[in-house]
């Protein structure tokens, strides 16, 4: 069972820039895709960004693209999303996910862990 716990999130004034952190337990972490989520108020959760296993493979929402990096550390187990020139829109709960799978998945339903989700206010 693999256990992942988000943290970074905050409040922050359009243009500015956060850094989330994806911690997770167990010795399988290396192997995987990691994924980042969000989820606004009254809306359905979307895909955010994705990495392969070594990190060398990233995919983006056309949302974020340019905007947002993600990262990871293997040897600390943890992923990253360095999130810069923040918008009111980016305002949402913010999920990190594992895959089953070693590539970098968009798909929702391809991820088999979920964290419990950090909050990022976006102030205009």
């Known amino acids: 069972q693999v256990q992942l716990v988000e943290s970074g999130g905050g409040l922050v004034q359009a243009g500015g820039s956060l850094r989330l952190s994806c911690a997770a337990s167990?010795?399988?972490?290396?192997?995987?895709?990691m994924g980042w989520f969000r989820q606004a108020p009254g809306k359905e959760r979307e895909f955010v960004a994705a990495?392969?296993?070594?990190?060398?493979?990233?995919a983006y929402s056309d949302s974020v693209k340019g905007r947002f990096t993600i990262s990871r550390d293997n040897a600390k187990n943890t992923v990253y999303l360095q999130m810069n020139s923040l918008k009111p829109e980016d305002t949402a709960v913010y999920y990190c996910?594992?895959?089953?799978?070693?590539?970098?998945?968009?798909?929702?339903?391809?991820?088999?862990?979920w964290g419990q989700g950090t909050q990022v206010t976006v102030s205009s």
């Open positions: 990495i392969n296993w070594s990190g060398g493979r990233s």
């Open positions: 167990g010795r399988t972490f290396s192997g995987y895709g």
């Open positions: 996910a594992a895959s089953q799978y070693p590539i970098a998945k968009v798909t929702e339903t391809d991820y088999a862990y």
